[in-house]
């Protein structure tokens, strides 16, 4: 399945995002950025075509809908601080802090979603 493989794919280029600023390889990080946030894209694009295709639990989906549109949104922020931290050393901590909502988002995210495809659906 196409979609897992980009989950797949999206969460090995975070997991390198996230080592990259961990170590301080301020370049490297900027690197891996661009496809970490196009392999992110694609996933979404590829979720939004299952949600399409298939009938999910309203339950389960008025759980993860607003986790998952949290989790993009927390995405600006977290890139705007990237972006500021560049050139000043007094965002690093705003910047972690966007960085630790995000992926605390994107978890809860990845969870509800695994959640809606385990759960009961149809096909549409």
Known sequence: MLFGLSI????????????TGLMRER?????VFFP???SLLSAIYLAE???QAHRFSPTLLSVHL???????????????????????PSYVRPHRYCV??????????L????LLLLG???DV
């Open 27 to 31: 370049r490297l990080h900027l690197i």
């Open 100 to 109: 630790i909502a995000f992926l605390a988002l994107a978890v809860l995210a």
């Open 49 to 51: 075509k299952l949600g």
């Open 66 to 88: 607003p986790i998952a549109i949290s989790t993009v949104v927390v995405l600006l922020p977290t890139i705007a601080t990237g972006i500021l931290r560049w050139n000043r």
């Open 8 to 19: 797949m794919v999206t969460l090995a280029l975070l997991a390198a995002l996230v080592t």
């Open 36 to 38: 970490t946030a196009a």
């Open 120 to 122: 009961p659906h149809q």
């Open 111 to 114: 969870g509800t979603g695994l």
